[in-house]
Nanobody
Framework: QVQLVESGGGLVQAGGSLRLSCAAS????????MGWFRQAPGKEREIVAA????????LYTDSVKGRFTISRDNAKNTVSLQMNSLKPEDTAVYYC??????????????WGQGTQVTVSS
């Protein structure tokens, strides 16, 4: 099992940046594919970005390509999401999640509690 705790959310003006971090407990962090998801009010949860076990492969939803970067540090059991050029439509609760697989369709079995990101116009 792995436990996940997100941090780094907050309020930022459009065009600004935030960096989300997710700290994982457990000794097998490097065996999990990791993902960042978000859910805005009244909308379904969507995957924002995912990264493979080694960090060598990443994917992004189209709306964040070129603005967000996912990375991981297996030595520190952390995964991060650097968010630049933020837009009001990026406002959502962001969740970190872990999967025994990886990618858009993998089942994510472990979830953090979420962190709020609010982008003002």
């Amino acid at each position: 099992q792995v436990q996940l705790v997100e941090s780094g959310g907050g309020l930022v003006q459009a065009g600004g940046s935030l960096r989300l971090s997710c700290a994982a407990s457990g000794h097998t962090f490097s065996s999990y594919g990791m993902g960042w998801f978000r859910q805005a009010p009244g909308k379904e949860r969507e995957i924002v970005a995912a990264i493979s076990w080694s960090g060598s492969t990443t994917l992004y939803t189209d709306s964040v390509k070129g603005r967000f970067t996912i990375s991981r540090d297996n030595a520190k059991n952390t995964v991060s999401l650097q968010m630049n050029s933020l837009k009001p439509e990026d406002t959502a609760v962001y969740y970190c999640a872990a999967s025994n697989g990886w990618g858009r369709r993998a089942p994510y079995d472990y979830w953090g509690q979420g962190t709020q990101v609010t982008v003002s116009s």
